[in-house]
Each structure stands twice: as C-alpha cells, then as structure tokens.
C-alpha cells in the first residue's frame, strides 16, 4: 500500500480514537467536547503536539506509519488529553496531575510523557568532522556549507579547521 493510502486508512483509525477518547471525557465532565483538527505535519523526534487555543492536534506521519497501532493507542490520547485539559482547567503544567488524571482517570491508559519509538527514520545525519582534540558531528546544512566553500568551522576548544573524516 502507498504511504499516502496508507495515512488516509490511518487518518480514519486516528478519528475514530479520537471520537471514543472525546465520549470517555464527555461522560466523565458531563459537558460536550469539539472534535479537534488534526494535521500531519510534525518532523523529527516528537511524535505529536497539542495546540491548546486552536484546538488542534498535530501529528508525525512518518512515526504513525511505523508504529501505527502503539501510536494511535497512546499518542492520539496524549495530546488530546492536553486539549480536554486546557478546556477543563485552563493552562496547567503539561504534564501535571490534571493531564495525568485525564489520561488515567478518564482515557484508562498510562500517562507516558515520552514515547518509545525508534526514531532512527527521522533523526538527521550527522556528518563527522576532526579538529585535533575531538570528533564533531555537523549537520546536512553545515556540511554543504563547507563543501560549496561558503563556511569554514572551527573546534571552539583547540581552534583548529574542522576536516572531515
């Protein structure tokens, strides 16, 4: 299956969660909830972040391909559970006891505040460079900014040219 068709079938698995997630904490607060937008935009290491004032929730793609059951289970619920708690107790600390009792208490699930996924898919290489004292690792961005010859970087410890390996 294709990576997009594969995101539309998970899109719908992440709107059914986040229904029945909704419905736990309407019962539980006795007050409706809106159904919050989602977009799949995030990169990197996090898996999700919660936008309180907009009621929206933006998610890894590539880290719900690779770990769609683990991530619809635990993560929709986290960041939802942020927005459920800005609605109900206004701004808290993130991870404080409101959230971990609205995931506890009302979504019956472990307040895990990182995830365990491999990351190895979206973490960025990393180039390694040698001064005379140490191995420093460069991004893809300073990298090419050495190879077209538009930056020179230095060891801030011996101040030597850093050289690629």
Known sequence: MQP?????HLNRQVQRKLTQCL?????????????P???YNVRGMKA????????EI????ILLLENSAAFIQQVVPHELAHLIVYQVFG?????GEEWQSVMQDVFHLTPEVCHQFDVSSVTKQRYPYQCQCQTHYLSVRRHHNIQSGKAIYFCKKCKVELILQ
């Open 4 to 8: 997009q068709t594969q995101l539309r």
């Open 23 to 35: 419905q736990l904490a309407s019962g539980y607060f006795n007050r409706t909830f809106s159904m």
């Open 37 to 39: 937008t989602v977009h």
């Open 48 to 55: 999700g972040v919660a936008y309180l004032q907009q009621n």
């Open 58 to 61: 933006r998610l890894n793609p």
């Open 91 to 95: 701004r808290v600390k993130p991870h």
